[in-house]
């Protein structure tokens, strides 16, 4: 597994600790896109406590103009670079904001396709969100993949730029799926306030979106849903510090 991390080594901490506990993985990998080294040190950290491979990403040009093309880059830096080098069995990239909450595997559903994860769609065209996508290497390591945008079919955002590549040959239908719906993490307060997202049993904080001034609120809120998957994980004792965290 391959997360795209970003200036937050909270969020960071509480991933890498649910992930240990509750996804099937062999190996994952931090891939740093962070603007300043003081939030890259505080990652670098997280990640030699956690014993997870830390990448710190070369400048990305994008960062400070454009987060999707920013992200892309990443993705595709860490493709060229690591991923199609290593040629592993499998591989899947995470948003850093995206939190299990039950024991799962998301490289199962790959012994019966190709690809999968959390479908988008861009009028008649669709595409594997960047947040949460994996791929079998032998079905697309000899393809010349791009997981940046491409907004000249149809708007397409990260990951978009596969739709030639991959995904414009293959049935949606035939691509396993999960349900996503869409929640206010904070009573009282309007879906746009403090958006957050069920995908699955994975709970999608949606960090860049929301009123920022609601934002430390929000991030308390998550990490009160997420106590159960601490405990669940095995992290009871660890549940009480990351929140304490977050105050």
């Known amino acids: 597994m391959l997360t795209i991390a ?12 649910l992930t240990r506990g509750l996804v099937r993985h062999d190996l994952h990998i931090i891939a740093d896109n962070s603007v300043g080294e003081a939030a890259a040190n505080e990652n670098e950290q997280v990640c030699a406590r956690h014993g997870a491979v830390y990448v710190r990403l070369p400048v990305n040009p994008w960062t400070a103009r454009n987060a999707s093309r920013s992200h892309g880059a990443a993705m595709n830096w860490m493709w060229h670079n690591i991923l199609k080098p290593a040629a592993p069995a499998a591989f899947g990239f995470l948003d850093q904001d995206l939190f299990p909450t039950q024991p799962c595997d998301p490289f199962e559903p790959l012994k019966d396709a190709a690809f999968h994860g959390d479908l988008r769609w ?38 978009g730029a596969n739709w030639n590549v991959l995904y414009r040959h293959t049935d949606p239908n035939t691509v396993p799926q999960r349900p996503i719906t869409s929640f206010a993490a904070l009573p009282g307060a309007e879906l746009r306030q403090a958006y957050c997202e069920w995908r699955g049993t994975w709970l999608h904080e949606v960090g860049l979106d929301g009123d920022l001034s609601l934002k430390a609120k929000k991030r308390e809120a998550v990490l009160r849903l997420l106590e159960p998957a601490l405990e669940r994980a095995g992290l009871a004792d660890l549940a009480e510090t990351t929140l304490d965290l977050a105050v």
């Open 6 to 17: 970003f200036s937050d080594a909270q969020c960071l901490d509480l991933q890498l600790r």
């Open 122 to 159: 861009a009028g008649a065209r669709w595409f594997l969100w960047a947040g949460y996508c994996f791929f079998r290497f032998d079905a697309v390591g000899r393809e010349p993949l791009d997981f940046g945008l491409d907004w000249f079919a149809n708007h397409l955002d990260t990951g």
